[in-house]
């Protein structure tokens, strides 16, 4: 997507991670004034932020975010990290949220997106889900972006809009080598085919998931960026391919692009005596965002093909 954002200033948190280092990079290519709140040393700062007079970063946000008319909020916790000290990871995504919005309303940002996740309504995710559905958020880590949504949520004001997007499950290629998100299903099935050759699956695949490129996750954000009072008239959009694919079918993809990328000696390995379990429904509707003027691309064969790019230059 070519957008004209030189009359942006937009500061990120989390803006060399996984999701943040994809939207960073291409609102600097589209021309944003770009400011990264990071704790990263300068010496892990990757190529694409170097050597541009419309980018910084550093460990300050109230000083970043002087001037910004956007703040897009990323940092927190992983899934991961909130399995493990659950009650820690909560605490921690909340004080980050409370800081960034006490640093927005400090500096008069007009703007603020947070990015939250379609867990909040429950595990497993089953049935026809909008954004009006009840929240049942049972992991820790969608406990921790329910109560940062409930925040965002009292600080929307004539001030300052706010915008929570639900994202799903997300695939793709990070924006440099020093992101570590190769936990996830598609990212980590891309890694093994390069890496070993062989894919492997330890359940019976038949789980429903919506699955979005990374591509469509930085588009959508960078239309936000654009878009009039009318895209924001939503207090929480779900950020979502609006379709639903089993862990197997997306296994066969990638084990076919694979094959094409890697070459034709990559397996896809399946677990043995699986007991094929009842598939229940899931469609995470999509139609408010769709109503702000942006429709998802899902252009799956080209992000995993890309994504396999990147493994095998690991």
């Known amino acids: 997507m070519l957008l004209d954002l030189t009359s942006k200033s937009i500061a990120l948190t989390g803006g060399f991670g ?3 280092g994809r939207i960073a990079r291409a609102l600097i290519a589209n021309g944003a004034k770009v400011s990264i ?37 990323l940092a927190a916790p992983n899934e991961i990290v909130a ?8 605490d921690e995504t909340v004080a980050l949220t409370n800081a960034a919005l006490n640093t927005a309303k400090a500096n008069s940002v007009r703007r603020f997106v947070y990015f939250s996740t379609v867990h909040v309504y ?16 049972a992991h820790p880590y969608a406990a921790a972006h329910y109560e940062s949504e ?6 929307r004001n004539s001030d300052m809009q706010t915008l929570i997007l639900r994202l799903s499950n997300s695939f793709g290629a990070p924006a440099d080598q020093g992101v570590d998100r190769w936990s996830l299903l598609v990212n980590n099935l891309c890694l093994k085919a390069a890496s070993t050759r062989c894919m492997t699956l330890n359940t019976s695949g038949t789980q429903l998931r919506d699955f979005i490129p990374l591509t469509d996750v930085v588009d959508a954000t960078l239309h936000f960026m654009t878009a009039n009072d009318n895209g924001w008239c939503n207090q929480i959009v779900n950020l979502t391919a ?13 084990y076919a692009r694979a094959h094409e990328i890697i070459g034709p000696d990559v397996i896809l390995k399946l677990p043995d005596n699986i007991q ?14 769709r109503q702000t003027g942006f429709s998802p691309a899902l252009k799956f064969k080209q992000e995993v093909d890309m994504l396999l790019e990147f493994c095998r230059n690991l």
């Not at 399995?83 to 909560?90: D, E, F, L």
């Not at 409930?150 to 600080?155: K, N």
């Open 18 to 20: 996984y999701v943040g």
């Open 37 to 73: 709140s990071t704790r990263r040393s300068d010496d892990q700062i990757p190529a694409w932020a170097r050597g541009n007079q419309h980018v910084q970063w550093g460990s300050d946000l109230l000083e970043l975010s002087i001037n910004a008319d956007t703040i897009i909020h």
């Open 83 to 90: 399995s493990k000290a659950p009650q820690q990871s909560i």
């Open 122 to 137: 429950g595990a497993p995710l089953i049935g026809r889900l909008n954004e009006k559905s009840p929240v049942n958020p």
């Open 150 to 155: 409930r925040l965002v949520q009292l600080c």
């Open 242 to 254: 609006g379709e639903s694919m089993s862990v197997c079918q997306i296994a066969e993809m990638v």
């Open 276 to 289: 094929i379990e009842e598939i229940d429904s899931l469609h995470i509707e999509n139609d408010l965002l």
